[in-house]
């Protein structure tokens, strides 16, 4: 006896799509997400360049209306981590935090990624206190501030958009003479008159004030042109330097205690798919951020999740034995 058909892990854009297409195809479908639904999604401004989307939509919204969509088809949200997965029998076994174990036929892998860190003094200590690596939730702290972004790519400058807004300085400052970012929105950035742009700069260090319990009070930054340092006030920084996938359960580099399943990795811990979503493991498909990808946006990320759920259908219908 299994608790779901599926068991998807995971309730960004991938994880809701491949819940909302499994639900359709008449499976039963569980859905494990310790945190809200939504992941990194859930910190997008305006999601302007999803196609059919229009007008813009905040990235709460859009969240909210996949998760009502999915469980509207028949899909069940369970607030709970996976800690372990094992897999006996042609049945996949979770162990959750709670001390329970959910069985499926097949797992849908759709953890996402969680923000990368400059891990410099001073960012660790001001999480919170003005170190941030969300603008929606944490902007409208900033109002009339001076703030500083670091970042280069697409989330530096949606994010950096956001918040020049709202902050009365917002200081962009990256590593490259030029930005990664979509030419479309490193122009938009670049034209904003309320943001300043730096190229060729690093932040060594955030500073506080006000000793334990102190908030951000200014940075050092490092001109790699010149090589010179100086201190600048700050109010906060936001930091958007890329990702780090969490796929730990399936690496053999993770918890030396959890003999649970392993999957293939890439060398930077991306799981290795095929264009069916099938990963190393029989009935263990990945989608979005988690799995190696040219391209991660939330319309990949949708895309990734209805075709995991298809094929997972399909090896579901296969294991038992049904005709397709």
Do not use: W
Not at 120 to 129: A, Q, V
Not at 207 to 224: A, Q, R
Not at 247 to 270: P, W
Request: hydrophobic share 40%; proline share 2%; aromatic share 8%.
């Amino acid at each position: 006896m299994t608790d779901a058909d599926l068991i998807i892990i995971g309730a960004g854009p991938a994880g809701l799509s491949a819940a909302q297409y499994g639900a359709r195809s008449m499976l039963s479908v569980l859905v494990l997400e310790q945190m809200a639904s939504g992941g990194q999604a859930l910190t997008i401004d305006m999601l302007e360049n999803y196609p059919g989307l229009f007008p813009a939509k905040g990235g709460y919204e859009f969240i909210d209306d996949m998760h009502k969509q999915a469980v509207n088809f028949g899909a069940v949200f369970l607030s709970e981590g996976a800690l372990k997965i094992t897999k006996e029998n042609n049945v996949f076994n979770v162990s959750l935090g709670n001390g329970e174990i959910k069985k499926s036929h097949a797992l849908i892998f759709a953890t996402g990624a969680k923000y990368r860190t400059l891990d410099i003094p001073g960012e660790r200590d001001y999480y919170g206190r003005g170190v941030s690596y969300c603008a929606t939730c944490d902007g409208p702290f900033f109002k009339n501030k001076k703030i500083f972004v670091v970042g280069g790519g697409d989330a530096a400058c949606d994010e950096a958009q956001f918040l020049s807004r709202l902050a009365s300085q917002v200081v962009m400052i990256h590593r490259r003479e030029r930005f990664r970012a979509q030419k479309a929105l490193a122009k938009r950035v670049l034209a904003n008159p309320n943001i300043e742009v730096r190229f060729n700069t690093i932040m060594k260090e955030i500073k506080g004030s006000g000793g334990m319990g102190g908030k951000v009070s200014s940075v050092i930054l490092s001109d790699l042109s010149g090589n010179q340092d100086n201190e600048e006030s700050a109010d906060g920084v936001f930091i958007f330097t890329g990702s780090v996938p969490q796929t730990s359960l399936l690496s053999a580099a993770g918890d030396e205690n959890n003999k649970g399943i392993r999957a293939e990795l890439d060398e930077s811990g991306y799981i290795i798919t095929d264009e069916k979503m099938s990963t190393s493991i029989s009935g263990l498909f990945a989608a979005g951020d988690a799995r190696v990808t040219p391209f991660r946006q939330i319309v990949t990320a949708a895309a990734d999740g209805a075709i995991a759920a298809r094929y997972a259908s399909i090896y579901i219908d296969e294991l038992k034995g049904e005709a397709y």
